[in-house]
């Protein structure tokens, strides 16, 4: 059951991330509030009735969540491998400091070189997630 959970917030944040949204759509808001409503919540409810079915095993669950935690880590690692064999990436022309900490108020510019920052953020957010996908579960299912 867990599973069913996993994968739908997953997708949900693959949708929020990297879900298309235009602008120029005469309802764009409602159109994205739509997807990333309806998209994960057919999802789930596909899944509860396919595990009605199908009931898998809480062993069978463990090795489809670690499956998954793979694939994420496995995507987190290819983007830091783009982004750090890049040629250019994007900066700003001016930073003001606010309360909260660091804004960009100028305007973007390509810069040469890659983005070491962002190659070392995907690193170490695949390890998170391969530590306690992966290696984690395996210790509570023994």
Not at 41 to 62: A, T
Request: proline share 5%; net charge positive.
């Amino acid at each position: 059951m867990k599973f069913i959970n996993y994968l739908t917030g997953s997708v949900f944040v693959i949708l929020l991330i990297w879900g298309p949204i235009d602008h120029s759509w005469p309802a764009w808001l409602a159109i994205r509030f739509a997807y990333l409503l309806f998209i994960p919540l057919f999802l789930w409810l596909f899944l509860r009735w396919l595990w009605k079915h199908w009931p898998p095993g809480s062993k069978v669950e463990i090795v489809l969540e670690r499956i998954l935690s793979g694939a994420i880590c496995l995507l987190f690692l290819i983007s830091a491998f783009v982004d750090f064999t890049s040629k250019t990436h994007l900066g700003n022309t001016q930073v003001i400091r606010t309360r909260d900490g660091l804004e960009a108020v100028g305007d973007d510019i390509v810069l040469p070189g890659p983005n070491y920052g962002m190659a070392l953020m995907w690193v170490i957010i695949a390890f998170f997630i391969f530590w306690y996908g992966v290696l984690k579960k395996g210790t509570k299912s023994s």
